[in-house]
């Protein structure tokens, strides 16, 4: 992909302080899951893909969480297209969602489950989904004890 000049300064300031981490939706779904009592890690490196983070990790459960931007990763409602540039962002944004794709079916193939959320869908919503998920698929720390 070739470098891409900025249409403005104005929207290269703007697109270079976009947050890759701690954005409002993972601190509003963290703040939730913390208050239920559900510890866990974040941005932590998706094992065997460098570069690439997990927005939200329960280690032992191996669930794996990611709260998805609409712009960035192409929300079928609500992404939108640049007009400037157009070229290089659709083959940008192309580029994010194929590379979503190889992240899921990578941890899946580890053995994870993997949650991938909106960040316009309802942190309470999202929460109660991943604590389930959680839960649903936590190991023991150890073997059931033998009866007595």
């Known amino acids: 992909m070739t470098d891409a000049v900025p249409s403005s300064a104005s929207v290269s300031a703007r ?36 570069r690439r983070t997990i927005d939200i990790v329960f280690g032992r459960a191996k ?10 990763h192409g929300c079928p409602q609500h992404a939108t297209h640049p007009k400037a540039n157009a070229q290089w962002w659709r083959a940008k944004l192309d580029k994010n969602i194929a590379r979503d794709r190889e992240t899921t079916e990578h941890l899946e193939a580890e053995g ?15 929460a109660r989904v991943v604590a389930h998920a959680r839960e ?7 073997p059931p004890k033998s009866a007595p």
């Open 15 to 50: 697109m270079s302080r976009q947050s890759s981490r701690d954005t409002t939706p993972e601190i509003a779904v963290r703040k939730i899951l913390h208050a239920a009592g559900l510890r866990y890690r974040v941005n932590v490196p998706v094992p065997g893909m460098p």
């Open 63 to 72: 669930v794996a969480v990611f709260l998805d931007g609409c712009f960035w």
């Open 112 to 126: 994870w489950t993997v949650l991938r959320f909106w960040e316009h869908e309802s942190p309470v919503a999202v």
């Open 136 to 142: 649903s698929t936590e190991r023991p720390n150890h």
